[in-house]
């Protein structure tokens, strides 16, 4: 980490200084780390009780989202095209026009006047 010579001569003092300390330590001070330094290891060994808890939740959440999908899927394709008010295209351009609706009550009348003029040859 450090490069320098001054930087290392500092890691080595530190170093010396806390193994002197370690090594004059009393005998009930040096027990109760022993103590602690078990219990900190044993307690790493076992399952924490939280875990199987998260774990639970994840599958949970999994379910409920396969779940949502699956409705999403099946209204997504059950759901019918409904009644459009128009069944064909030429009805679109009635209903969007702004003729009034007395020229497309006689549409059919038009349409076949319009058939004979041009079959004898004569305009309105």
């Known amino acids: 980490m450090i490069e320098n010579g001054q930087g290392k ?3 080595e003092k530190t170093n010396d200084l806390l193994n002197r300390g370690a090594e004059n330590l009393d005998s009930r001070t040096s027990q109760r780390l022993e103590l602690m330094r ?3 290891l044993s307690g790493a060994e076992e399952e924490i009780p939280g875990s199987f808890l998260s774990l639970r939740w994840i599958t949970f959440g999994g379910l409920a ?3 949502m999908a ?5 209204f997504w394709f059950n759901t019918s095209p409904g009644d459009f008010p128009v069944k064909h295209v030429e009805d679109v351009e009635i209903i ?3 003729e ?3 020229f497309y009550q006689n549409l059919e009348f038009y349409r076949w006047m319009a058939t004979q003029n041009q079959s004898t040859g004569r305009a309105f």
């Open 96 to 98: 969007t026009s702004r």
């Open 9 to 11: 001569r500092f890691l």
């Open 38 to 40: 078990m219990k900190a």
């Open 65 to 67: 989202t396969v779940t």
């Open 70 to 74: 699956a409705v999403a899927l099946f």
């Open 100 to 102: 009034p609706i007395d």
